[in-house]
C-alpha cells in the first residue's frame, strides 16, 4: 500500500498510533541503575558476631535504644532482628520551605441576623498562627540485624511537613551512630 494513496486523515491516525506504540514502548526499558542508599551505609555498620549469641544482642539492643528515646516496633528472637524508632518535631522548619506565612493580610465580613436584629463583623489577620501548627516532624528508624556470622544496621531519616508530605528522606547509617551501638552491645550498657 502507498501512502500517498491514503487520505490525509488515515495517514494522520497511522502516524498517531505509531507514536503511542513508540511512547508505549519506552515505558517499558528498565532503568539504568536500581535504586540505592544515598549516602551508602558507613562500613562500621557491619561487623562480625563473634561468641556473642544473637538473641543476647537483640536484648542489649532494646535496653540501649530505648534509652535513647526509640520505641521498639518489632523484635523477632530467632532471627536476631530488632526495629525501633524514634520522632522529634522541627520547629521552624516549615517557615523556611513554604511561602504560606508570607502571603500578608487575610480578612473577611460577615453579615448575619437573628431575632434582635441584624449583626454583622470584619476580621482583619496578619500571616496565620505562624509555627505552632507548621512545624515538621523527623521519624528516624532504625533495624539491627544479627544473623549468621554479622551483626548489620541501617538506619534512616525522614522529615515530614505540617501538611504530612514527606519533605527529605535519607540513609543515616552513619560511622558515628553505628560505633556508639555497637559499643552499646559489647559492653552491654548505655551512655
Known sequence: MRLWLLPFGRIRALVMALAAVLVLAGCQTPPPTLPAAEPRPAAECRWPIGDQAPQGLVRAAVEALEAEGFLIRHTELALGLVSAERTRILPGYGSRHDDWESRGVFGGFGVGGGRGGVR???????????SLTRDATQLERVSLLAGGEEVRVSRDIQVIDWRGELADARSASTADFCQWLRGAL????VR
Open 120 to 130: 454583622s463583623g470584619v476580621m482583619i489577620g496578619f500571616g496565620g498562627v505562624g
Open 186 to 189: 559489647e559492653s552491654g550498657g
